[in-house]
């Protein structure tokens, strides 16, 4: 980016922004579906940096708005197993008399500081700002805090941008049925694997997940991955709703529950070919195993319900342990990490991709980054066969159990290996990933509790299925 453009930068030391801003965020942010901290109070925010990425000019609204980008520290009582301080990013939208049709997305009339009088709302519904966010990306530089890159694809203008409405962990914004642009809201010092994973995948020659085209960062001293902007598959359905749609209709899902089998089975072939694959040896089965265990032990403390189950679900990680053991090795590589059949898509040809390679939002993110057995990505995806037959009325255990194994098929055939012939290890990784679906359940969604309930009831007795 030009001098000229970052000398635009005019907020960046402002230390009265916060306390002015803070009372109105600390109202909204609790009420954003992607505030991971939900449910504890907010004690106070700090500044990580401040951009305007158009000039917030008070002097006539007529003209363009501002569009301040935040990055703050909002900093919570802590509990077991989460950090104490988070960092989102803000898009603000900044206007002294937001039109109407901004209304819903409004956060409040700053009463002092620096946008004294101003009325800041959710950048992201103003087509405006939006607009800017495409333009910045194509046109690649420096702004501030805030690094806009691109790879050598060209992207056209003036995509009429609008906000994907659906529930998110992130935001994000789609261009003209062409681009998807994901913008990260709790961001962490390193490059999201959902940036570089895809873009591993893309130099692989691997088109079951969209390439990057262009993506923003932060240039803290440490770097943050802030958005991501990659093809929109436009018709595209997510397998959650096509196996919900399945279930209700009385149809069954086994060749998509194949194809998604080797879909995932390709994507590993690719990433065990890009990024480095490091064998588990005993030491290394040990610290898998523990880590399993730590989990379990965390997420006891704080969902009480799992308690009477620890000691059953512990055989599952101590018997992979025993077999590390025994001289048992396993190989390892970069996975998906939180593979559900909400991460697919099935384009409007048939064909399945895989999206969203973030992995598991509230694991640090080099625990997320660290390669681990492909079948954590095949557990994740045979808990959810298992999430969407109970989902239904009546359950349907011979649902799930029959897409399990078309799935498996799947990816046995296109991997050359069949994840059902190591039993200790899958069992190891769905229960470790029902743990998880616990933990997530009982904080984010308390009504959907039962389902990773059952499946816990049923691996803390050995059964698998
Ligand atoms: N490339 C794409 N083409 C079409 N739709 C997409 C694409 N990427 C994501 N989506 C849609 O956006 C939703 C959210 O994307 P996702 O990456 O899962 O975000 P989050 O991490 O916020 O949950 C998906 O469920 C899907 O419906
Ligand atoms: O927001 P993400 O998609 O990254 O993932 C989180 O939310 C998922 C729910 O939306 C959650 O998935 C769980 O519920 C799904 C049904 O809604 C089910 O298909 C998955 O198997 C189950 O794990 C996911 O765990 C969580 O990380």
Redesign the pocket.
Known sequence: MSEAASAQVTLANSTALLPSLGPLLHEWLPRQRWFAGKGRSITAFSLVSATEILPVDRADDDRAPGLLHLLVRVHQPTMPAQPPVDCYQLLLGVRSAPPQHLAPALIGRVPDGPLAGLTVYEGLHDPHLAALLLERLRTPGRLGAVCFDRGPEPIPQDLPPRV?D?E???S?LVYGNSY?L?IFRRVFPGTNPDLELPLALSREGCGRV?APVAWFEAATPERLTLGVL????PG?Q?GWQLALRALATGHDFLAEAHALGRATAEVHTALAAALPTPVLRRSQTDELAAAMVERLEAAAHAVPELVPYVPGLRTAFDAVAALGHRGRSWAAQRVHGDLHL??T?RGADGFWSL??F?GEPARPLPERRSPQPPVRDVAGMLRSFDYAARSHRPWKPEWAARCRDAYCDGYAEAAGADPRAEPELLRAHETDKAVYEVLYEARHRPDWLPVPMAAIHRLASGTVR
Not at 230 to 233: D, K, R
């Open positions: 994907l659906t998110q962990s992130n994000s998807i994901k969209p990659q093809p929109f598959l595209a997510d909400g991460q898509l999206i969203d973030e």
